[in-house]
């Protein structure tokens, strides 16, 4: 009964205090359709967002606007934050991370004047993505919807 399995599920944390949200939902398409891969979306209450699980930062675009974060599973998270947020460069983000730094659930990645992007670009969405490539037959269970506390478990990748 799983006594000598050493995988585990993965258990990933909500980024950020708000509503989760069907990726389908996204106002845009690549992020809808899963062209990036499956995971799901949040309507962040506040401009925090931490990891949302343990890894290191493969990626932290110069802009703030999206994280890369690759656990030692080998499962590589995507948080981007707002459509069209990197034509910002920036503006309205306080990135807190560097990129190939390793990063614990819960490590502040980003502080976001949202109030100042929302008028800006078309939506605050925010997608967390698993990437294709990277899940290697693994399968994404949510285990939350609608409103969410930063930190709550919210999926498990298994």
């Given amino acids: 009964m799983g006594l000598f399995t050493k995988d585990k599920a993965l258990e ?3 980024p950020v205090d708000g509503e989760i949200i069907e ?3 996204v106002e845009d398409e690549v992020f809808a359709e899963g062209m990036l891969g499956e995971g799901l979306a949040f309507i962040p209450a506040n401009g925090k967002f931490y990891a949302p699980m343990d890894g290191t930062l493969v ?3 110069p802009s ?3 994280y890369g974060i690759k656990n030692k599973s080998g499962v590589e998270a995507l948080l981007h934050i707002g459509m069209d947020t990197v034509s ?3 503006e309205g983000f306080d990135v807190k ?3 190939d730094k390793k990063v614990m659930a819960g490590d502040l990645l980003v502080e976001v004047d949202l109030d100042l ?3 800006k670009v078309p939506s605050i969405q925010t997608p967390l993505v698993f990437t294709s490539e990277s899940m290697n037959g693994k399968k994404i269970e949510i285990l939350k919807t609608g409103k969410v506390k930063q930190g709550e478990a919210i999926a498990k990748i298994v």
């Fill in 12 to 14: 990933i944390m909500a």
């Fill in 23 to 25: 990726l389908s939902k």
């Fill in 59 to 61: 990626t932290v675009f």
């Fill in 64 to 66: 703030g606007h999206a």
């Fill in 88 to 90: 910002l460069d920036g």
């Fill in 97 to 99: 991370v560097k990129q």
């Fill in 117 to 119: 992007i929302a008028k």
